[in-house]
């Protein structure tokens, strides 16, 4: 979807998210894993674009539409997660090492089968799961397409 071609009411809500402001993209870096394992402004941004009326959300606040226990309606979350999941699987592309590689370099050995495909984690991912889980591991993901 671009921003200028979107409701005006859809442009208004990612800007009470200082995603936008004046029109323009600001501050667009979001994280995506760690400690929330999705930050609340990128799960609030993505309900808000995929909501169908502007009354789903104009009275809403961050707080609420960041909240995973605080779903728009069914349609909206499962839509919501789909686009969540997909933002993963291409923010894991983007990793030059596999799991394979980076459990063998955590463990002292040396491994050439790292290939960076989607379907395998990141060295950071790995590297946190021992020390807390995946859910300690973020990557930044940019919401500017340029």
């Known amino acids: 979807m ?6 005006a009411w859809k442009q208004n809500h ?20 760690g400690p929330n394992i ?3 402004r990128l799960l ?3 309900r808000g674009l995929l909501a169908t009326y502007q009354s789903e ?18 349609q909206n979350e499962t839509a919501t997660i789909g686009i969540l999941i997909g933002m993963a699987m291409v923010a894991l592309e ?11 370099l955590l463990s002292g050995s040396s491994s050439s ?26 990557a930044a993901v940019d919401l500017d397409p340029d």
């Open 113 to 138: 089968s790292g290939n960076g495909t989607g379907s395998e984690a990141s060295s950071s991912s790995s590297s946190s799961s021992s020390q807390g889980g995946p859910a300690a591991a973020a």
């Open 44 to 46: 609030a941004a993505v």
């Open 2 to 7: 671009q921003l200028s071609t979107a409701p």
């Open 57 to 74: 959300v104009e009275n809403l606040t961050l707080e609420v539409l960041g909240s995973w226990d605080r779903p728009l309606n069914k």
């Open 14 to 33: 990612l800007r009470k998210l200082n995603l936008i402001s004046g029109g323009k993209l600001q501050n667009t870096q979001v994280l995506l894993g």
């Open 38 to 40: 999705v930050e609340p």
């Open 94 to 104: 983007n990793f030059s090492t596999g799991l394979d590689a980076d459990l063998a």
